[in-house]
T-cell receptor
Framework: GAVVSQHPSWVICKSGTSVKIECRSLDFQATTMFWYRQFPKQSLMLMAT?????????EQGVEKDKFLINHASLTLSTLTVTSAHPEDSSFYIC???????????FGNGTRLTVT | AQSVAQPEDQVNVAEGNPLTVKCTYSVSGNPYLFWYVQYPNRGLQFLLK??????LVKGSYGFEAEFNKSQTSFHLKKPSALVSDSALYFC?????????????FGRGTSLIVHP
């Protein structure tokens, strides 16, 4: 099946620093990538949708200047958390999709802890 | 706007018994329905999907789901539960017009299978 690689799996950083999370589709071309945030025992919160070569579409309430998303190719999307604060600590998950009626293929997530 | 409802936060079942995890949806247009499973600190894994055709779809690990258009439901089932099935299960729908097939997820149902 389709594989999505997400790195790093966990990261600890200090307040004020920036963290980059990579999401790669290894064996298919991802037309669209979605970035989610998940709080403990809660569902997925969609942060943004990105299509290759175009600007990401952010959901309401998500700061686009804080959560920078780049989708430079059909196999790579990155999420950069800029000037991280403790409240940004969370589990971030990327997913990639081909056709509109295809299932999403998820990365294994990144546990971000900001101290 | 599309929505997905998983009415149960938690489902408890004894090993060997049949299990059902409920999902209902609301969309405009034809729905594409999916079930995913999430193990602790991992991304989501695709279980099965309904796109068109037979209302009963079979997926990974012995799971199946039945699409019921009149009841707008897509319940996940398994004839005989295993302890290893214990995880968080998400129902999702993709539907829309003009390529806006952004997936909507239910809030998740925690399945606990007791030995």
């Amino acid at each position: 099946g389709a594989v999505v690689s997400q790195h790093p799996s966990w990261v600890i950083c200090k307040s004020g620093t920036s963290v980059k999370i990579e999401c790669r589709s290894l064996d298919f071309q991802a037309t669209t990538m979605f970035w989610y945030r998940q709080f403990p025992k809660q569902s997925l919160m969609l942060m943004a949708t990105s299509n290759e070569g175009s600007k990401a579409t952010y959901e309401q309430g998500v700061e686009k200047d804080k959560f920078l998303i780049n989708h430079a190719s059909l196999t790579l999307s990155t999420l950069t958390v800029t000037s991280a604060h403790p409240e940004d600590s969370s589990f971030y998950i990327c997913s990639a999709s081909g056709r509109y009626n295809s299932p999403l293929h998820f990365g294994n997530g990144t546990r971000l802890t900001v101290t | 706007a599309q929505s997905v409802a998983q009415p149960e936060d938690q489902v408890n079942v004894a090993e060997g018994n049949p299990l059902t995890v409920k999902c209902t949806y609301s969309v405009s247009g034809n729905p594409y329905l999916f079930w995913y499973v999430q193990y602790p600190n991992r991304g989501l894994q695709f279980l099965l999907k309904y796109i068109t055709g037979d209302n009963l779809v079979k997926g990974s690990y012995g799971f199946e789901a039945e699409f019921n258009k009149s009841q707008t439901s897509f319940h996940l089932k398994k004839p005989s539960a295993l302890v290893s099935d214990s995880a968080l299960y998400f129902c999702a729908v993709r539907a829309g017009v003009r390529g806006s097939y952004i997936p909507t997820f239910g809030r998740g149902t925690s399945l606990i299978v007791h030995p």
